[in-house]
């Protein structure tokens, strides 16, 4: 693969000297904390007393996690939209997201979340799908994803540890013709699936145009039952750059061989 230029990373673990304080990121009649938003509105839809909060009862590395027990699941804005990197996941980038997660419930009660790149206007989901599952059968604790327009699921994770937390990695790449955008999905440092995604294959297959993010989304499946416990999520980090095009590349590369073949002049 072509080395992708560096370019701005967000990167957070919802610790205090991150700018977070226990308590909802979007507080019911308040501003949200550090950069989250509701996409296209300020705050969070649906946000009820327990819904989500960052708490110090568990942490992958620090003190402090996030826990998204459940809310609202709408495709549009209202979802939580993390803070924008500056560059959006389009044609001609790369996308390195991760993320560790546990879930909230040690027996499965029934949870599904979902994660997305948040589109830049804030109102609908792009890029990469992961849905986390928890039930208390079937495939117990697991990762799965759909791809292309007529929505071919693959279940790429099963029988996870609910107990353990886990660490969850994207790589990205986005091509002009979504049809050829990459998505490598890893956990726990291993690669368990390579393949498209479904939100641009199915707008172009409809007749709209492709949209691109610079956020990560996160959408409540289950539909907002008490009983669910949903997930905790900690040390998220998500950057974007620009992939050089392989003319200019392998200039570069001829000028680092010619420099490698001259000998110095003898005096």
């Known amino acids: 693969a072509w080395a992708a230029s560096p370019a701005l990373a967000v990167s957070f673990g919802y610790e205090s000297a991150e700018g977070y ?126 791809e292309g327009p007529s929505f071919v699921e693959h279940v790429f994770a099963t029988q996870l540890s609910r107990t353990d937390w886990h660490v969850l990695t994207v790589s990205a790449v986005f091509d002009a013709d979504s049809a050829n955008d990459v998505f490598e999905y890893s956990l726990n440092g291993n690669l368990l699936y390579t393949g498209n995604s479904w939100p641009n294959p199915w707008r172009v297959a409809n007749g709209f145009t492709p949209a691109y993010g610079n956020s990560i989304k996160f959408a409540d499946g289950g539909g907002d039952t008490l009983a669910h416990q949903g997930f905790y999520y900690d040390d998220l980090s998500y950057d974007v750059s620009v992939i050089p095009e392989p003319s200019t590349a392998l200039l570069l590369g001829l000028g680092l061989v010619g420099l490698a073949g001259r000998r110095p002049s003898s005096s």
């Open 21 to 146: 304080a226990l308590g909802p990121l979007s507080p019911s009649g308040g501003p949200t904390q550090a950069g989250w938003s509701g996409g296209a509105q300020a705050g969070f839809t649906n946000n009820d007393p327990g819904d989500e909060q960052v708490v110090s009862t568990e942490a992958y590395s620090g003190s402090n996690s996030w826990h998204y027990a459940r809310g609202y699941g709408r495709p549009g804005q209202g979802t939580p939209f993390s803070p924008q990197t500056t560059l959006l996941a389009g044609p001609g980038t790369q996308l390195n997201f991760s993320i560790a997660f546990k879930a909230g419930s040690a027996t499965g009660d029934g949870s599904e979340q979902n994660l997305y790149v948040g589109t830049a206007a804030g109102n609908d989901r792009t890029g990469f799908n992961i849905y986390l599952t928890n039930d208390s059968a079937g495939n117990g604790l697991s990762l799965h994803t759909y």
